[in-house]
Antibody
Framework: EVQLVESGGGLVQPGGSLKLSCAASGFTLSGSAMHWVRQASGKGLEWVGRIRSKADNHPALYAASVKGRFTISRDDSKNTAYLQMNSLKTEDTAIYYCAGVSDGFDVFNIWGQGTMVTVSS | QAGLTQPPSVSKGLRQAATLTCTGN????????AAWLQQHQGHPPKLLSYRNDNRPSGISERFSASRSGNTASLTITGLQPEDEADYYC???????????FGGGTKLTVL
């Protein structure tokens, strides 16, 4: 079964940092782009950023709201993608989903269950 | 950054058809096409269509997508109670180098 499982969410104070993980099973991350998408409570989906496969030598891209604070990375040997979040703000509070793009697709077709991040003092 | 425009809500009767719209511009939908996702309360989104009118395996033929100019549409025929959900469109914006989402449409099946 193809599955993405996020972890690492939790409560953090404003200005703090958190690193989310997205572990893939039944799905090889190495040749795939990985996205992070977030959703604040009662709100719509917001794209956070994307990293392409190592073979596709493009830098990661980010939404303007997180650029310079968030970094997406991947460890293909662990079949895992990451979202490092620094200088967190209260408005970053949301469920964070990782979403993968498998062969034959050009858009996120595999989604994790999400992990909750709460930024509050 | 600019997003896509969707009506906040649509209501239709059981077994009727509903058409949801998503308006962008020539840098996103008009150029790259759109994808549609369905999200039930408390669950992650699920991809319904991509590249305007392609359906992933397992998605019912009752869901069909299209594009005309800068507007994408998702038509759901024979509405069922389980179709009640939030629907999002998404597209790559080649000018901004970001993926953009619509605000979502809440579909109510009466």
């Amino acid at each position: 079964e193809v599955q993405l499982v996020e972890s690492g969410g939790g409560l953090v104070q404003p200005g703090g940092s958190l690193k989310l993980s997205c572990a893939a099973s039944g799905f090889t991350l190495s040749g795939s782009a990985m996205h992070w998408v977030r959703q604040a409570s009662g709100k719509g989906l917001e794209w956070v950023g994307r990293i392409r496969s190592k073979a596709d030598n493009h830098p990661a891209l980010y939404a303007a709201s997180v650029k310079g604070r968030f970094t997406i990375s991947r460890d293909d040997s662990k079949n895992t993608a990451y979202l490092q979040m620094n200088s967190l703000k209260t408005e970053d509070t949301a469920i964070y989903y990782c979403a993968g793009v498998s062969d034959g697709f050009d858009v996120f077709n595999i989604w994790g269950q999400g992990t909750m991040v709460t930024v509050s003092s | 950054q600019a997003g896509l425009t969707q009506p906040p809500s649509v209501s239709k009767g059981l077994r009727q058809a509903a058409t949801l719209t998503c308006t962008g511009n020539s840098d996103n939908i008009g150029n790259q096409g759109a994808a549609w996702l369905q999200q039930h309360q408390g669950h992650p989104p699920k991809l319904l269509s991509y590249r305007n009118d392609n359906r992933p395996s397992g998605i019912s033929e009752r869901f069909s997508a299209s594009r005309s100019g800068n507007t994408a549409s998702l038509t759901i025929t024979g509405l069922q109670p389980e179709d009640e959900a939030d629907y999002y469109c998404s597209a790559w914006d080649s000018s901004l180098d970001v993926w953009v989402f619509g605000g979502g449409t809440k579909l109510t099946v009466l």
